[in-house]
């Protein structure tokens, strides 16, 4: 477990503290940790370097931590706390489970107590984010509100019939009700926030920031803009005018073959439709001031939604195929129309096109509160045959041992200490390795195959 923890690095789900004198620190931690997805505390490591130190009286500390959480968080949070020895130190893990609150510090109170996790950092939580997890509560998302601003008039459904005759379905006032269009609401019929999203008039006028940002700028930074559009339509088209925007300013080529012409684009059309689709249906629209943004540049193209991953989702889980819509509305129509194919598999897609193109892998990344999908147009160059060949024969190893010294990898190799020490850091450096050890000097340090790689 303990080296299993050492191979990641501080996140949305993993904090290292040195010791326990910050009580108050690690109060918030647990909370954030409990709104947002749930995480582990290891208690004993230096956070910047993961150099194990040890706890010097951790039966005093795990019952100091009991009591604060206990005293300290409101509604009653149970944490799972355990002493762990490792190499001759003792370590205290602390894991917190995801539950729906809103957990908070009770001396700040339901307001102002309220933390979530941004990165590798706790953040108090605003009233939109608090309202969030009020909605989770219910099992309510936002788009399923009735928007009682308006009436049924506000929503175009002349527009949103001829997208469903598109795949042959007649939008029938049932069919508007099932997919969540229309709701009841104090015996009248209102359009909710998702129908006005999708459809709405005026949309503007209720979501001032449901637009989608497009810009081609020249060279790899935003400091010169070539030519930049606000693309405010319906989402459907919405997605159609943003996939062509891209189109437009990537490179384009055509290959002549024997019988026909076969076009090669800069990247797939297939891709980019999907990065697109997931930032609209994703994104948080509750969250004022943030829009969905398209930034093209000479390397690689951003596209980011407003609202990290919505609570109780990791990065890993998604990245694996684990989905949690944000919008049901949206989603259910989208699906409705056959944009969306199988719920979960958009960033599977994504990752499986890059790979079959020989693109560079695209990165995704929770940033502050919104979540980015970085793609690459750089192609992935094969390792050297001698090079695979030893990076190959140390993940075999490693795959059934788990673990490896810098001198049995020169064993494993048939090289020198330093020839093995310098191939075992340059696959630290790529991410495919992990160190593990008490410090830069310890003899005893080892090498695994990072979480990810596994």
């Keep these: 477990m303990i080296k299993d923890l050492l191979t990641q690095n501080e996140g949305k789900t993993l904090e290292f503290k040195e010791n326990c004198r910050s009580m108050q620190n690690i109060v918030r931690t647990a909370v954030a940790f409990a709104n947002t997805a749930g995480g582990t505390l290891l208690i004993g490591v230096r956070d910047r370097t993961k150099e194990v130190i040890g706890v010097k009286d951790p039966l005093s500390d795990e019952e100091r931590m009991s009591s604060a959480f206990a005293d300290s968080i409101k509604p009653t949070l149970i944490p799972e706390i355990q002493i762990v020895s490792w190499r001759d130190r003792e370590l205290i893990v602390v894991n917190i489970p995801h539950l729906v609150g809103p957990y908070y510090v009770g001396s700040e109170g339901p307001e102002e107590g309220v933390y979530i996790r941004l990165g590798s950092t706790n953040r108090r939580a605003g009233p939109e984010l608090i309202a969030d997890i009020h909605r989770l509560a219910r099992n309510t998302l936002f788009d399923e509100l009735p928007c009682t601003e308006v009436n049924s008039e506000a929503v175009d459904f002349r527009a949103a019939s001829e997208f469903f005759s598109q795949v042959s379905r007649p939008i029938s006032d049932s069919v508007r009700r099932s997919l969540g269009l229309v709701v009841n609401h104090g015996g009248q019929e209102l359009p909710t926030r998702g129908a006005i999203l999708l459809f709405g008039k005026d949309r503007r006028s209720i979501f001032p920031d449901a637009v989608i940002r497009c810009a081609r700028f020249s060279g790899l930074t935003t400091a010169h803009i070539i030519d930049q559009t606000e693309i405010d339509e319906y989402l459907p088209r919405a997605v159609e005018i943003a996939v062509a925007f891209i189109e437009r300013h990537t490179m384009h080529a055509a290959e002549i073959g024997a019988v026909k012409r076969r076009d090669i684009h800069e990247y797939p059309p297939a891709v980019i ?42 990065l890993e889980a998604a990245l694996s195929g684990v989905s949690k819509l944000r919008n049901r509305v949206i989603g259910r129509v989208f699906r409705e129309l056959k944009l969306i194919e199988q719920w979960g598999s958009g960033i599977g897609r994504i990752m499986a096109v890059c790979r079959q193109s020989g693109l560079q892998p695209p990165l995704f990344q929770e940033v502050g509160n919104s979540f980015r999908v970085t793609l690459f147009n750089k192609h992935v160059s094969a390792p050297s045959e001698k090079e695979q060949e030893w990076q190959v024969r140390l993940e075999h190893y490693l795959l059934e041992h788990n673990e490896i010294s810098t001198a049995h990898a020169a ?10 020490r310098a191939r075992l850091r340059k696959l630290v450096t790529q991410g495919v390795l992990a160190e593990i050890g008490t410090g830069p000097r310890d003899p005893k340090k080892v090498y695994v195959l990072k979480k990810s790689t596994r």
């Excluded at 064993?411 to 093995?420: E, F, K, L, P, T």
């Design 273 to 314: 439709r999907e990065a697109i689709i997931n930032a609209v249906v994703h994104a948080d629209y509750s969250i004022s001031g943030m829009n969905i943004r398209v930034a093209v540049f000479d390397d690689r193209i951003e596209i980011t939604n407003p609202g990290m991953l919505p609570f109780g989702l990791t």
């Design 411 to 420: 064993h494993v190799w048939n090289v020198s200490d330093r020839a093995a």
